[in-house]
Nanobody
Framework: QVQLVESGGGLVRPGGSLRLSCASSENIFYFNDMGWYRQASGKERELVATINVGGVTKYSGSVEGRFTIFRDGAKKTIYLQMNDVRPEDTAVYFC?????????WGHGILVTVSS
């Protein structure tokens, strides 16, 4: 059973930075794609960033240039570096991992951007 555990969330001021981590029970290269999604209160879950097994990344237009997704295979972890955060980045962030047609989700971690 694949397990994903997010960490690193919390309260951050506008313009600040934080880094989210997603630790996998499996070798991260086992997955075709891994990524981060977020869901703000009252809204649908949306894509933030993804990275495929070859290291190709994709970003939502709202975060591109501010957020970076990267990985550490030895630690079986992917990260989301969030820079220049804005209040509209406030959401529960979910880690995901997909192999073939199966997708596993973490339980989510809250990021609150507020002064």
């Amino acid at each position: 059973q694949v397990q994903l555990v997010e960490s690193g969330g919390g309260l951050v001021r506008p313009g600040g930075s934080l880094r989210l981590s997603c630790a996998s029970s499996e070798n991260i290269f086992y997955f075709n794609d891994m990524g981060w999604y977020r869901q703000a209160s009252g809204k649908e879950r949306e894509l933030v960033a993804t990275i495929n097994v070859g290291g190709v990344t994709k970003y939502s237009g709202s975060v591109e240039g501010r957020f970076t997704i990267f990985r550490d295979g030895a630690k079986k972890t992917i990260y989301l570096q969030m820079n220049d955060v804005r209040p509209e980045d406030t959401a529960v962030y979910f880690c995901s991992a997909c192999v073939l047609s199966r997708t596993t989700w973490g339980h989510g971690i809250l990021v609150t951007v507020s002064s």
